[in-house]
């Protein structure tokens, strides 16, 4: 499903990673492991098509993703560091916006379904702007648990500013999409409990 | 399309919410027009001359005042990132946050333009054409300065860079869009002035938002 070959990316003239191969099947989880500036990010911006790698390629199903282009997109759930939510809009809002923008047309009630899963529904009206970092992040993991998702998660440290409750949801929900075959690219300095057949780990920087 | 719906209808939404934003540029607008008879002094001859002028150099003032917003915010919190890995194209976006900016600065300058006119003692025959074209010549602003918000993205003292690199853009359209008046205040039909307006908005829907994909592309390497 998800390859790279010979991955390689530099940032501010210094050589991240090189000779990168990675091979991701249906059902596959890869966590990606590494210091503080060993190019975590860098290379999860390379798989989601945001940064152009200094060489080598990126395939999905056996085309590069430069050529497959919305092709690729529409089967790819990336969330980065910043968690996209939007002061202004409410909690629903924000997240019936994210369906949108990636091309599902969900009910409010599947929306309002996958807050409760995240453990917010009660916040579904009120303003982004009067939540906490946590709850924001739970705003955009809350994409994780709509109904139809994507194949391919790339999740950027997913657990950050989150409490032990809500990483206890998330990792079911990345453990629910493995089970249903999808795929998922995770950077976490916390242990996530997915049990994977087949689970495979990359140590970037060494 | 479907892209340029959503994200036009999120924009306005949230400028609905944050009234202030839009009611700084215009009250912007309304006062650096209305500074200029307390400076130059109350010759209502001299006044008619200088107001298409006066009131498209406030226009483009108020433009640029407006424009760091554009795609700041989105940039900062991570949904412009989203955009750019949604299954939606790139220029949809750029088109859809265009049209936003000028229906919420653009139009709105452009409609109280003429009460300014009247406070110069524009004769009201110059009032149409000075609203024409502020009409056709607005949209030229947001386009252009579309690409020259892109371009300035995450760069530091971003503001003043973007003002330096989008004024001199919008001369083309300053010098049609007030010559029109001009025109018709001198008795000659403002048409031809228009028109070349016209095609200078052409040009400019055709580069703009084209920059300011290849632009927004660089920032979020």
């Known amino acids: 499903m998800l390859e790279t070959r010979e991955l390689a990316c530099e940032r501010g003239g210094r050589r991240l990673f090189s000779a990168l191969n990675i091979a991701l099947d249906a059902g596959g989880l890869l966590r990606v492991r590494g210091a503080n500036g060993s190019g975590k990010t860098t290379l999860m911006r390379c798989l989601a098509g945001l940064t152009r790698p200094d060489a080598g390629a990126v395939r ?52 309002r379904h996958a807050l409760e899963q995240l453990g917010i529904a009660k916040l579904a ?16 993991l809350a994409r994780l648990a709509l109904p139809r998702p994507a194949r391919l998660w790339l999740l950027d440290e997913p ?5 032990d409750e809500a990483i206890g949801r998330v990792s079911s929900l990345c453990a629910a999409h493995l089970a249903a075959g999808g795929s998922l690219v995770l950077t976490s300095h916390q242990e996530i409990a997915v049990a994977a057949p087949g689970a495979q780990s990359i140590e970037l920087g060494s | 399309m479907h892209g340029f719906g959503i994200i036009l ?6 400028a609905l919410r944050r009234k202030g934003d839009v009611l700084n540029v215009l009250v912007f607008f309304v006062v650096v027009a209305s500074l200029f008879p307390l400076g130059v002094g109350p010759e209502p001859n001299q006044l008619r001359a200088m107001a298409a002028g006066v009131v498209w150099i406030a226009a483009l003032l108020a433009a640029v005042l407006s424009l760091p917003r554009l795609f700041a915010a989105d940039y900062a919190d991570g949904t412009l990132e989203q955009m750019l890995v949604a299954p939606q194209s790139l220029l949809m976006v750029v088109l859809a946050k265009s049209a936003a900016h000028w229906l919420l600065t653009g139009l709105p300058l452009a409609l109280v333009a003429p009460l300014i006119g009247l406070q110069y003692d524009l004769p009201i025959e110059t009032l149409g054409v000075l609203l024409a074209s502020l009409l056709i010549g607005t949209p030229v602003l947001s386009l252009l300065g579309a690409a ?18 989008v004024l001199p853009l919008y001369v083309p359209a300053l010098v049609f869009g007030a010559g029109a008046v001009g025109a018709t205040l001198i008795g000659i039909n403002p048409s031809a002035h228009l028109s070349l307006l016209g095609a200078f908005l052409a040009v400019s829907s055709l580069v703009g938002p084209w920059a300011a994909c290849a632009a927004l592309r660089v920032a979020l390497d």
């Open chain 1, 60 to 111: 999905w199903r056996g085309s590069d993703i430069g050529s497959l282009g919305d092709a690729y997109r529409r089967d790819l759930l990336f969330l980065g560091h910043s968690p996209a939510v939007k002061d202004d809009l409410t909690v629903l809002e924000n997240l019936e916006f994210s369906c949108r923008l990636s091309g599902a047309e969900i009910a409010v009630e599947q929306i």
């Open chain 1, 159 to 163: 657990l950050a500013a989150l409490d």
């Open chain 1, 125 to 140: 009206d009120l303003p982004a702007g009067y939540l906490s970092q946590g709850q924001r992040r739970r705003t955009a």
């Open chain 2, 9 to 14: 209808q999120r924009d306005l939404r949230i």
């Open chain 2, 148 to 165: 020259c918000a892109a371009l300035t993205l995450g760069v530091r003292g971003g503001g003043a860079l973007l003002g330096l690199l």
